[in-house]
């Protein structure tokens, strides 16, 4: 095959001739189909050029009620540290001891870690779900599950403790299902171009709801009475009430619209979302892509298994690294300060411990709204390489001046003010570059066939490691106190090495060209330099025609072809199927993807 031709069938130069440009619900044969990364067939000058109006109301008003998903389990996280040290839930719920009532370490930890149980469960079921009904109806569902959730908790009688867990167990649910939906529904439906801060919100408004739950935490613990904790669960259904009505007043993810038929409406949604007229270039681009990646995932004789989650071109890869991202952000420990902060400033002799958790919980939201900032003008990498280091210097001291001055009783005074300046910069750099920048990530490195699926793998660890910190904490710091900082310090530390040697830098690229660099084997660490072959199409996994299993393509040839775009078993080209070498002719070749009969 002459190397004027890319692995897809023409050179990017190539342009064909059309009497009008493609809408994204032609047929590919109509217009030589619409190619992997090229856009040349589309003349701009044939098209509304105005440039995308990207901070648009509708934008802004996408970005709000979507994220309220985190919002609903900041809310929960931040209350229920506050409840433990309520004196009328300690007496409703705790067990009498010599000085007074407490809970004990199995209760308090199940109280705390059910809720990430079910948002484990949550998380697994969203994707299958959300594939099938649409993001809209099921963000519905989700928030409608909460609210059962928390219904129980509030009519727990009997001083029944094991009613408020389980009530946490179901309110999870709907968490589990949010926190995969939500950064989903936006990296579908924002402009490219602001992806990374749209879908970065979500864990704003986590950080937004932990500091409201605090500020009512603060402002009820000492009334004698239910309300001290009732209210403010009670006042935790705002958000899925404002959620589930604005979800109304959005449209559907462009993506599911255009899968499930409503072309459209899809095209509708986009030119809405980039503040441009339907005839616009960019909608014109996104739309071709959408249908490039929808034909080839359609191709191959049947629906595509669940497992290729694993067996999808460099998946195994990238879907283990999801799941090690979203594990080691649990591990940096900033749950450790969320869930028992006022247990834990209690013990260093704050006068009011709700103060301090107020004050941490106002770090995190306003550290976050910088973190919006570096994750679209910094690189991925070097922010959470930097904010791993950061962390893992703030956990040494935490702990060192914990365990040697603390427990020694010297000087208690200084040493509760160390911590907690330590504690506060620790929460400032997870702000900045960890908790906003891995659900960025996750979001990216998946490609459009597999990322429902992954996400939700990658958001199941994310939950199963909130539950196993919230659970054994009380356990682990009452054996071997302070010294718990040295765990996640290491955590941290390990956070910045997997970054470094494992993911590639996604700022500034289309999700297609990070698709192509882990697909081609690019050096993590020379991931920044990287440069998309001039010329050439992007190789990508949504581009392939790949039968079901993810078979019949050599993907390790087809996943080291930097140098001579090969491809290998490709059977003779057929009149509408192959690939033709055309150069020189003017012919306009029809293939729109590679498929093979060969099995690696």
């Known amino acids: ?331 940096t420990g900033a749950n450790y300060f969320f869930y028992y902060g006022t247990t834990i400033f209690s013990s260093v002799g704050i006068s009011d411990s709700f103060v301090t958790s107020m004050i941490l919980g106002g770090v995190n939201f306003g550290m976050t709204i910088p973190g919006l900032y570096v994750v679209e003008h910094f690189g991925r990498r070097r922010a959470l390489i930097t904010g791993g280091l950061w962390m893992f210097m703030c956990f040494l001291i935490f702990a060192s001046v914990g365990h040697f001055m603390l427990n020694a009783n010297q000087d208690v005074n200084t040493a509760g003010a160390v911590m907690i300046v330590f504690a506060c910069l620790f929460i400032a750099g997870y702000a900045m570059t960890w908790a906003p920048i891995v659900w960025a990530v996750v979001g990216e490195i998946f490609p459009t066939r597999y990322r429902a699926q992954a996400m939700g793998i990658s958001s199941a660890s994310n939950w199963i490691w909130n539950f196993l910190i919230a659970f054994f904490t009380p356990f682990i710091t009452n054996d071997i106190d302070y010294r718990y900082g040295y765990v996640f310090a290491a955590c941290c530390f390990t956070g910045a090495v997997v970054v470094y040697f494992f993911l590639c830098e996604s700022r500034g690229r289309t999700l297609e060209e990070i698709d192509t660099m882990y697909i081609m084997h690019v050096a993590p660490w020379k991931s920044t330099q990287w440069v998309p072959p001039e010329g050439e199409d992007l190789i990508t996994a949504d581009a392939l025609y790949l039968e079901p299993g993810a078979r019949n393509i050599r993907k390790a040839n087809a996943a080291g072809m930097e140098s001579g775009q090969q491809v290998e078993g490709v059977p003779p080209a057929t009149e509408q199927h192959g690939i033709h070498d055309v150069s020189g002719t003017g012919y306009v070749p029809e293939s729109t993807g590679i498929r093979g009969n060969s099995v690696s």
């Not at 802004?60 to 409840?83: H, K, L, P």
């Not at 697994?124 to 099938?132: E, G, H, T």
């Not at 270039?281 to 191709?299: G, L, N, P, Q």
Request: aromatic share 12%; with cysteine; net charge neutral.
């Open 1 to 331: 095959m002459p190397m004027s031709m890319s692995l897809f069938g023409r050179n990017k130069s190539e342009k064909a001739v059309t009497d009008n440009p493609p809408s994204g619900d032609e047929t590919p044969r109509q217009y030589g189909g619409p190619l992997p990364g090229d856009h040349g067939f589309l003349e701009k000058g044939d098209v509304d050029n105005s440039p995308p109006r990207l901070f648009t109301p509708r934008v802004f008003a996408m970005a709000m009620i979507v994220s309220i998903g985190g919002m609903i389990f900041g809310y929960d996280t931040g209350q229920i540290s506050g409840f433990l040290e309520m004196q009328n839930f300690l007496q409703r719920f705790g067990t009498e001891t010599a000085s007074g009532p407490a809970f004990s370490n199995v209760r308090s930890g199940t109280i705390v870690g059910l809720l990430s149980i079910g948002t484990l469960f949550g998380a697994l079921l969203s994707a299958p779900i959300a594939d099938k009904f649409g993001r809209r109806v099921c963000i519905v569902v989700w928030n409608i599950v909460f609210c059962l959730g928390v219904i129980v908790q509030i009519a727990t009688v009997n001083d029944a403790w094991y009613q408020i867990a389980l009530g946490r167990w179901v309110a999870g649910f709907g968490v589990g299902g949010l926190s995969v939906l939500t950064p989903m529904y936006q990296s579908e439906t924002a402009p490219r171009q602001i992806r990374g801060a749209l879908v970065s919100a979500y864990q704003l408004f986590i950080t937004l709801g932990i500091f409201v739950a605090d500020c009512i935490n603060y402002g009820t613990h000492n009334d004698p009475s239910a309300r001290s904790w009732k209210l403010p669960m009670g006042l935790g259904f705002i958000w899925p009430l404002i959620m589930a009505t604005g979800i109304f007043f959005l449209r559907e993810s462009p993506r599911w619209d255009y899968r499930n038929g409503n072309i459209d409406r899809a095209r509708t949604t986009i030119a809405l979302s980039y503040g441009v007229p339907e005839n616009n270039y960019e909608v014109h681009r996104e739309m071709s892509e959408i249908k490039e990646k929808f034909d080839a995932e359609s191709a191959g004789g049947g629906k595509h298994k669940f497992y290729e989650v694993f067996t999808g071109p460099r998946m195994l890869y990238r879907t283990m690294l999801g799941v090690s991202l979203q594990a080691l952000q649990q591990l």
